[in-house]
């Protein structure tokens, strides 16, 4: 494992943090396009983005397979 316990917990938290937003967006996003017009393709590179980020920091956490130490 070439991260410790302690970094790879805090990765997690990370990850679910950013969860977190992007549940908040995906909601802000759909309750507002019906009633205001709001820049939605900015809201939408911006979903992209966090997902993108989600994803990153998944794989790092699935490819730290090296022996513990």
Do not use: P, W
């Given at each position: 494992?070439?991260?410790?316990?302690?970094?790879?917990?805090?990765?997690?938290?990370?990850?679910?943090?950013?969860?977190?937003?992007?549940?908040?967006?995906?909601?802000?996003?759909g309750?507002?396009k019906?009633?205001?017009k709001?820049?939605?393709?900015?809201?939408?590179?911006?979903?992209?983005?966090?997902?993108?980020?989600?994803?990153?920091?998944?794989?790092?956490?699935?490819?730290?397979?090296g022996?513990?130490?």
């Amino acid at each position: 494992m070439y991260h410790t316990a302690t970094e790879l917990l805090q990765k997690m938290k990370v990850v679910n943090s950013k969860a977190d937003e992007l549940e908040r967006l995906i909601a802000y996003i759909g309750s507002r396009k019906l009633f205001i017009k709001i820049n939605v393709k900015r809201l939408e590179v911006q979903k992209d983005f966090l997902i993108s980020d989600i994803q990153a920091l998944c794989r790092d956490i699935a490819n730290d397979t090296g022996d513990t130490t």
